[in-house]
């Protein structure tokens, strides 16, 4: 079976300036919509705090849930739906006090009032606020080494930092997009979320190297073709592997996102931004940046 | 080459049957004894996100270790003083690490007490106020107040391994985190909140007599006499629910604690039946409790935990034989909880609870069948997919798929790694990888093959030039899991393992092994055309 037939010739390359104002705006977009909305929304991972889940064995009102809370003044306190009716989470974002102990009273005047209906605390979380800023800054520290690491790898790999620098601009570019969706739809990024970024890093990379990879077999036997062209034919080379790939892929979140649950909601929803970004800044941002490296390169050095 | 098809497939399958029974036990539990004398794995772990359980962090205050051992010091040296007849004024803690001393008298005669008995401490400074009235201040030894920090932090270590193992919890993890936090997982916990006020008291008991002449209502109003304190009795009222404070007038000194305790136990109380919590001295509490008894007939000795005077029975004779007992309003889960930490120890220093996750076994549960079943549907799909694309060099990507999770499992069980949510995920990302490497593979030899190559060529080279683009985008992830692996913490570490460990399963798995298939489909079984 042929997905694409052989000698296709997109002229991906050409698009480039018309695509570079895409990008521009969605980063803007993904930039304005984090400070518009003063930074992510960090959920208690990050930020500290308690976050309680509960489930009834009968249906109840959230208004129940939330004045239950206020009657025992636990005032500032989110109460969301969560999957099921009669299943809730209570989020509290507190970065002082005795955590702990709030907890604790939350959890067993809960139990108190709700004695009928059978109250399960399913989940409990309590965070210190020095635990999720140490977690923050461990988490940027082991991105921005593998950052550096894969930046080395492949300019080594492919004897020219501009390879390196355009895999990773375009990592870059995919995690500021990812993160941009995190805040305009507003999720709370957590671990979980945490873990997308990663995947999205891994998947994205991965792309870029395939075309990369061809595009250096390319150009031994394209002597004579300028680098653009080469690029494009190494695009439309592996277009039929990008769509097959990707396409499976994008199968299996899909499905993680309809029947994965609502732990899994979110999550799947950032990898689905994060794979379609991925894949376009493969031939949009990381291709282009090679190219335009290299002809400055080339132009200093003809002076 | 055939010769070579042979050895291949032998040493193939033996790995393969290798990792399929590494993580056979976790797909049963009936597996003869001899088993495990074969094959040294166990059940792959889950996380305490997929199985249930509770995830603290604690932090343990070590600088309080250090006040207390200074404050311990300060009575010490009041004591010392006295004994030698010299006249001590003011004596203070001040800072945590410091004494502020006011004494008269003989200079010389304290400077030695000082300077022979108090090495441990430095001079800061010594002022004569008046009337020969020397204002002295001491600081512990840095070197000192380090050791006693770290000494305080193992020994807290220690003692929450004693509770834990007491309260039996299977396969706890206790283990130190940096330099004094405390990291404890309990699988399969049912009531955290009983494990949490477990693992988190200090426990300190301490025996301390009433100031029988003093008044604890003018205390309160700020006339605390000299050498005294004022500790607490709480219970709650059964008619209201609400919590009663008595307050007790003490001595500041402690006369015994409970270092010098043997054994605690539960013990029901013959007349109310209500539990108690026995406790026997070893040979030196039990001389210690006898002294402390037979001086102090008639007077009340408060028995207090924590700062909480639990009760204070007047003295009616000198006990001998080492026992008294705790009493209060306990049921008996609380009882048995206090004979735990009490035979435990007591921590050196607090803890301050600063991460705790639990997460009901429910929950774990139905984020087990959720995920078992998106992984089955879209293994499902993926699998027919590419049966349908790529018909019989599908059926052998595949293969290579399935071997793969089997490998990643295999590698999971032996080196008793733990599975977690970020860990599906990290091996999910290298199955993706692992479709992608035979696509690769798959969509290179047919351009070789349009190029008018033969099939062995169009293998041959197909293989040769995927092998390329394959490893250098699976080292260039593998490069950043291990990245992530080192600098990155719980969850981000799960998701880094399953990655690696799926990443060099598929280099084997995605080009060796299928690589097998081809050869020998083409070279044994002679196929002309190929199915791709």
Known sequence: MELIRPGTRFDFIGKKKFTLWISVAAILLSLGSIFFHSGLRYGVDFAGGILIQIRFSKVTEISEVRSALESIGVKDSMVQNFGGESEFLIRLEKASGDLEEVSKKIQSSLQERFKDKTLEIRRVEVVGPKVGKDLKRKALWAVGLSFLSILIYVAWRFKQVSYGLGGIVALVHDILITFGVISIADLEYSLSLMAVILTIIGFSINDTIVIFDRVRENIKKMRKENLETVFNISINETLGRTILTSGTVMIVVLILFFFGGPVIHDFALTLIVGLISGTYSTVYIASPVVLFWSKQVTSKRKH | ?532
């Not at chain 2, 404070?245 to 043997?262: D, F, R, S």
């Not at chain 2, 997460?359 to 774990?364: A, F, Q, R």
């Open chain 2, 1 to 532: 080459m055939l010769r070579s098809l042979k050895w291949r497939i032998i040493f193939y399958g033996a790995a393969t049957l290798f990792a399929v029974l590494l993580f056979l036990p976790t797909l049963t539990s009936e597996l003869p004894p001899w088993f495990f004398r074969v094959i040294p794995t166990e059940k792959i772990h889950l996380g305490l996100d997929l199985q249930g359980g509770m995830h603290l962090i604690l932090e343990v205050e070590a600088e309080k270790a250090v006040e207390s051992y200074v404050e311990r010091i300060k009575n010490n040296l009041r004591d010392d003083l006295r004994d030698k007849g010299i006249p001590v004024g003011k004596l203070e803690r001040e800072k945590g690490n410091q004494i502020l001393l006011e004494v008269s008298g003989d200079k010389e005669k304290w400077e030695k007490i000082l300077s022979q008995r108090y090495t441990i401490f430095q001079e800061l400074s010594s002022t004569s106020l008046e009337k020969g009235i020397w204002r002295v201040s001491l600081v512990l030894d840095s070197r000192q107040a380090e050791q006693i920090k770290k000494g305080a932090i193992d020994q807290a270590l220690e003692t929450i391994r004693n509770r834990i193992d007491q309260f039996g919890v299977s396969e706890p993890e206790i283990t130190l985190q940096g330099v004094d936090r405390i990291l404890i997982q309990l699988p399969g916990i049912r009531d955290p909140q009983r494990a949490i006020s477990l693992i988190g008291r200090t426990a300190l008991l301490e025996f301390k007599l009433v100031d029988e002449e003093g008044n604890p209502e003018e205390a309160l109003k700020g006339n605390l006499p000299e050498g005294d304190i004022i500790l607490y009795q709480r219970y709650v009222d059964p008619k209201t629910g609400g919590t009663k404070k008595i307050p007790y007038l003490l001595k500041e000194k402690t006369l015994m604690t409970g270092e010098v305790l043997k054994d605690a136990r539960i013990a029901l109380d013959s007349q109310f039946h209500e539990p108690y919590v026995a406790l026997e001295f070893d040979d030196i509490g039990a001389k210690l409790f006898e002294q402390v008894t037979g001086a102090n007939v008639k007077k009340r000795l408060a028995i207090i935990l924590d700062d909480n005077v639990y009760s204070a029975p007047v003295i009616q004779e000198r006990i001998a034989g080492g026992r008294a007992q705790i009493t209060g309003r306990f049921d008996t889960k609380e009882a048995s909880d206090l004979a735990i930490v009490l035979r435990a120890g007591a921590l050196p220093a607090p803890v301050k609870i600063i991460e705790q996750r639990s997460v009901g076994p429910s929950l774990g549960q139905d984020s087990i069948h959720k995920g078992i079943l998106s992984t089955l549907i879209s293994a499902i799909l993926v699998v027919l997919f590419m049966i349908f694309y790529y018909r019989v060099a599908g059926i052998v990507a595949d293969i290579a798929l399935l071997l793969n999770v089997v490998f990643v499992l295999g590698t999971l069980a032996i080196f008793r790694a733990t599975l977690t949510l970020p860990g599906i995920a990290g091996l999910v990302l290298s199955i993706g990888m692992a479709v992608d490497a035979n696509i690769l593979i798959h969509e290179r030899i047919k351009e070789e093959l349009r190029w008018g190559k033969t099939i062995r060529a169009a293998i041959e080279q197909g293989y040769h030039r995927a092998f390329i683009t394959i490893i250098d985008s699976n080292l260039t992830t593998l490069i950043a899991a291990i990245f992530l692996y080192q600098f990155g913490t719980g969850p981000v570490r799960g998701f880094a393992v399953t990655l690696s460990i799926g990443i060099l399963a598929n280099i084997f798995t995605a080009v060796y092994i299928t690589r097998w298939v081809f050869d020998f489909l083409t070279l044994k079984l002679k196929v002309k055309r190929l199915s791709i």
